[in-house]
């Protein structure tokens, strides 16, 4: 049976994010006979909002099959209204109890994003729609004096969490009901491991990681 709360759901990913990480995945619900089994109907246990990176593929990171997640990917997991409403079917019509954004380090939509909030310039044609939703990410990081790469892309999926409940309704009627948790994960590159940096509810029994303190400048050193 696949998870029903998001608690469940949460720990069956973090469970195949462990199996992908140790080099021993099951690669479960890929065979013939569940392929057939899943030809009439989905329940994914879980919504992934991630970034297209081609490094980023969901099923692999978490070990999981068909029918298991309803991925929906933008450069910089941004979130417009297309995005949304995806989440939104997943969660009320399908009945999906967890919403993960999923980030990763070195992203190439939030490098961007930096270089054009740098120079005052944006991006020819529609990639600069994508650096203009990351943008917000970007002056929330510069007030609060975070410089760091890999803490700009924790920030920014914090912002997309926060944002799937501030510009969609009945996301946060889940949310508020219980019936719906919403996780932030970023994903590193090299590791292969998904880490929490933001939750909503946050009183769920969920633990964010700190990302690693970024090395001190020699340069300032007393």
Do not use: K, W
Not at 36 to 42: H, I, K, L, P
């Amino acid at each position: 049976m696949p998870p029903t709360t998001p608690e469940q759901a949460l720990a069956e990913l973090q469970a195949g994010n462990r199996r992908f990480v140790t080099g021993v995945p099951r690669h479960p619900n890929q065979d013939a006979g569940h392929r057939a089994a899943v030809a009439d109907g989905q329940h994914p246990f879980a919504v992934i909002v991630g970034c297209s990176d081609s490094r980023l593929a969901a099923e692999i990171i978490f070990d999981r099959g068909l029918g298991d997640l309803f991925v929906v990917r933008t450069a910089g997991h941004t979130a417009g209204p297309e995005v949304l409403g995806s989440v939104e079917y997943a969660v009320t019509v399908l009945g999906t109890p967890l919403v993960v954004v999923l980030g990763h380090d070195s992203c190439g939509a939030v490098q961007a994003a930096r270089e054009a909030v740098r120079t005052g310039t944006s991006p020819a044609g529609h990639l600069g729609a994508v650096v203009d939703a990351v943008a917000p990410s970007l002056l929330r990081a510069g007030r609060d004096g975070v410089e760091d790469l890999d803490a700009i892309i924790d920030i920014h999926i914090a912002q997309t969490v926060e944002a799937l409940v501030a510009r969609s309704a009945v996301l946060a009627e889940r949310v508020d009901a219980g019936a719906c948790t919403i996780v932030g994960m970023a994903y590193r590159l090299s590791a292969g491991e998904a880490r929490i940096v933001a939750q909503i509810p946050a009183t769920a029994p969920v633990t964010p990681v700190p990302a690693p303190a970024a090395p001190a400048d020699p340069a300032l050193a007393g």
